[in-house]
């Protein structure tokens, strides 16, 4: 069973607009992060934002933000004002306690900002 | 420095050939990561090395050797690859290894094609 859920394959939003990524994530470890990768074409995976399991507040930063909703598991990511430079592949990704080191990752999400 | 870098950054090789790869980190991290990404895939986790162990094998193929001289070094062994084998080739590394918390800092990997 899949771990990470992205549903969207590919993305289109315009410069300066709003988008949200969504990501689902099933786990029965009270204690796990939530991550955020973003793959542009050169091929190194930037981390974005991460989301505790216990964190009270969405985290934040800079023009992304994590929608937390944990009764939901669901953990979308909102970038604002997207930039032309916003084109990549993002991964919504998780590591849970009880699986040592391992970051697991959803399929991906291609994003693509129209001028 | 926040950087992790690997070399080479291309690497072809033949069916017969023994290669290797390489990866360096200079954060003081203690937990460095070997992953698998094909084309427009997520990244699969290979191996996991916690204080120079290896603690993470996701049953990977007997071609594919892992070796960790020292906290700062971590190399991956190539010999008789297939050309599924073929793929992008993504170190990382984390402040312990152990702790959901952790964000994984990755190099740009080495992008490998297997004739």
């Known amino acids: 069973a899949q771990k990470i859920t992205q549903t969207q394959p590919g993305m289109f939003v315009q410069e300066k607009e709003a988008v949200t990524l969504d990501c689902t994530y099933d786990?029965?470890?009270?204690?796990?992060?939530l991550f955020w990768y973003k793959q542009p074409s050169s091929g190194e995976m930037i981390f974005l934002i991460y989301?505790?399991?216990?964190?009270?507040q969405n985290a934040t930063e800079g023009r992304y933000s994590l929608n937390f909703q944990k009764a939901r598991k669901s953990a979308n990511l909102v970038i604002s004002a997207s930039q032309l430079g916003d084109s990549a592949m993002y991964f919504c990704?998780?590591?849970?306690?009880?699986?040592?080191?391992?970051?697991?990752f959803g399929q991906g999400t291609e994003l693509s900002v129209k001028p | 420095d926040t950087e992790v870098t690997q070399t080479p950054k291309h690497l072809v090789m033949g069916m017969t050939n023994k290669k290797s790869l390489k990866c360096e980190q200079h954060?003081?991290?203690?937990?460095m990561y070997w992953y698998k990404q094909k084309a427009k895939k997520p990244p699969e986790l290979m191996f996991v090395?916690?204080?120079?162990?290896?603690?993470i094998n996701e049953s990977v193929p007997s071609r594919f050797s892992p070796e960790c001289p020292n906290s700062s070094l971590l190399n991956l062994h190539l010999h008789a690859l297939q050309p599924e084998d073929s793929a992008l080739y993504l170190c990382?590394?984390?402040?312990?290894?152990?702790?959901?918390?952790?964000?994984?800092?990755f190099g740009s990997g080495t992008q490998l094609s297997v004739l």
């Open positions: 990382a590394s984390s402040q312990d290894g152990g702790y959901p918390n952790e964000k994984l800092f």
């Open positions: 786990t029965s470890d009270p204690s796990y992060g």
């Open positions: 989301q505790g399991s216990y964190d009270q």
């Open positions: 990704a998780m590591r849970e306690d009880s699986q040592g080191g391992k970051l697991i």
């Open positions: 954060m003081g991290h203690r937990a």
């Open positions: 090395y916690s204080y120079e162990k290896l603690s």
